[in-house]
């Protein structure tokens, strides 16, 4: 197995591992996440009931700026809290984390800091409902060249498309490339908006989604197949997210790449998504390949659901080598312009 560690830092924090000179902007919710423990999902009109109650600190864009920092990357975040105490706290939290906060934005209308309602059974299955609060002000005019100083890639999580065509527009005023990476999640190709995503894919770095959103984005062909799609409706890489059964890795020179998931005793899958993206991009400032970087991200998702909450189980890069070394080497199948079948 490939040795993926990076220097650890000396005598202090033990969550994180040495920066990398990369940096990270993480643009999206940070949330309090009110998770609710049940023996089931309720169906409609029916009554089940609920087992434990914990909060924890959550947030798509938060997530994945925490992930990549105890990875070793570091990271950024833009989002808007609250001017409450559940917005002081994920400040402290962030910043605690190695995460720089300096382009957080405080509610203009007073509203609270996201936050978000789940119910997991066992086994980590989950629904979850989410107000959106003060993370619903931040809009693409928050964007500006100066909020990309020193900024090497940006990741744009569960925002619309009018916030990458903010991206890509600054990036060609500018002169300057941004590395853009965007998880849309279903609201963020809701409606109109499917079209706008599919539109600027292929100006996107790295486009994340799920086998749901792929089907919407690309219908007429199976997330295996997407090799056989011109490169031109593309991004230059896909990640296409496949729950339990693992993920299919596009890379535009290279083809499409199916990695399986681990095999761990799951508890909570809430996290699992935007750990898988903290390894993509952690492993892509690192300039892993296809065939390193599905395992790799896999395992930092897997590690997520072994606890309770988004960001618990986060793991250093030490964690993930180790947990590495204690698995069989994965089968990863496919080549450029063919299936990658599980």
């Given at each position: 197995?490939?040795?993926l560690r990076v220097p650890t830092l000396r005598g202090?924090?033990?969550?994180?591992?040495?920066?990398?000179?990369?940096?990270?902007?993480?643009?999206?919710?940070?949330?309090?996440?009110?998770?609710?423990?049940?023996?089931?999902?309720?169906?409609?009109?029916?009554?089940?009931?609920?087992?434990?109650?914990?909060?924890y600190d959550g947030g798509s864009a938060a997530n994945?700026?925490?992930?990549?920092?105890?990875?070793?990357?570091?990271?950024?975040?833009?989002?808007?809290?609250?001017?409450?105490?559940?917005?002081?706290?994920?400040?402290?939290?962030?910043?605690?984390?190695?995460?720089?906060?300096?382009?957080?934005?405080?509610?203009?209308?007073?509203?609270?800091?996201?936050?978000?309602?789940?119910?997991?059974?066992?086994?980590?299955?989950?629904?979850?409902?989410?107000?959106?609060?003060?993370?619903?002000?931040?809009?693409?005019?928050?964007?500006?060249?100066?909020?990309?100083?020193?900024?090497?890639?940006?990741?744009?999580?569960?925002?619309?498309?009018?916030?990458?065509?903010?991206?890509?527009?600054?990036?060609?005023?500018?002169?300057?490339?941004?590395?853009?990476?965007?998880?849309?999640?279903?609201?963020?190709?809701?409606?109109?908006?499917?079209?706008?995503?599919?539109?600027?894919?292929?100006?996107?770095?790295?486009?994340?989604?799920?086998?749901?959103?792929?089907?919407?984005?690309?219908?007429?062909?199976?997330?295996?197949?997407?090799?056989?799609?011109?490169?031109?409706?593309?991004?230059?890489?896909?990640?296409?997210?496949?729950?339990?059964?693992g993920a299919y890795l596009y890379n535009r020179d290279?083809?499409?790449?199916?990695?399986?998931?681990?095999?761990?005793?799951?508890?909570?899958?809430?996290?699992?998504?935007?750990?898988?993206?903290?390894?993509?991009?952690?492993?892509?400032?690192?300039?892993?390949?296809?065939?390193?970087?599905?395992?790799?991200?896999?395992?930092?998702?897997?590690?997520?659901?072994?606890?309770?909450?988004?960001?618990?189980?986060?793991?250093?890069?030490?964690?993930?080598?180790?947990?590495?070394?204690?698995?069989?080497?994965?089968?990863?199948?496919?080549?450029?312009?063919?299936?990658?079948?599980?």
């Open positions: 197995m490939t040795d202090g924090d033990a969550q994180r591992e040495r920066p990398l000179s990369v940096t990270v902007l993480t643009i999206g919710a940070v949330t309090t996440d009110r998770l609710m423990q049940v023996d089931r999902l309720a169906m409609p009109d029916e009554e089940v009931r609920v087992t434990a109650v914990e909060s994945v700026a925490v992930g990549v920092s105890r990875l070793g990357v570091r990271a950024a975040y833009l989002g808007c809290v609250g001017n409450d105490s559940e917005g002081d706290h994920h400040r402290r939290i962030l910043e605690s984390e190695g995460v720089d906060i300096t382009r957080i934005r405080t509610s203009r209308t007073g509203a609270r800091t996201s936050t978000v309602m789940g119910f997991v059974e066992p086994g980590g299955a989950r629904q979850l409902y989410f107000h959106g609060g003060a993370s619903d002000e931040l809009s693409p005019e928050d964007l500006t060249a100066d909020t990309f100083d020193g900024i090497d890639r940006v990741h744009l999580c569960t925002l619309g498309p009018e916030f990458a065509e903010r991206l890509i527009d600054l990036g060609r005023s500018s002169g300057r490339k941004m590395l853009i990476s965007f998880d849309p999640g279903c609201l963020g190709i809701a409606g109109e908006r499917l079209h706008r995503v599919r539109a600027i894919a292929p100006a996107v770095d790295m486009l994340f989604v799920n086998a749901l959103e792929f089907g919407l984005l690309y219908p007429h062909v199976a997330p295996a197949d997407v090799g056989r799609l011109s490169s031109s409706e593309l991004p230059a890489r896909m990640a296409i997210k496949l729950g339990q059964r290279q083809g499409v790449t199916y990695h399986p998931a681990f095999a761990v005793a799951a508890v909570d899958s809430t996290g699992a998504g935007d750990a898988f993206a903290a390894g993509c991009l952690a492993g892509a400032a690192q300039a892993y390949g296809e065939a390193r970087l599905g395992p790799f991200a896999n395992a930092v998702a897997a590690l997520v659901t072994q606890q309770f909450g988004c960001r618990t189980g986060l793991p250093t890069m030490t964690r993930v080598t180790s947990f590495l070394q204690t698995q069989s080497e994965p089968t990863t199948s496919g080549a450029s312009g063919r299936s990658a079948q599980p």
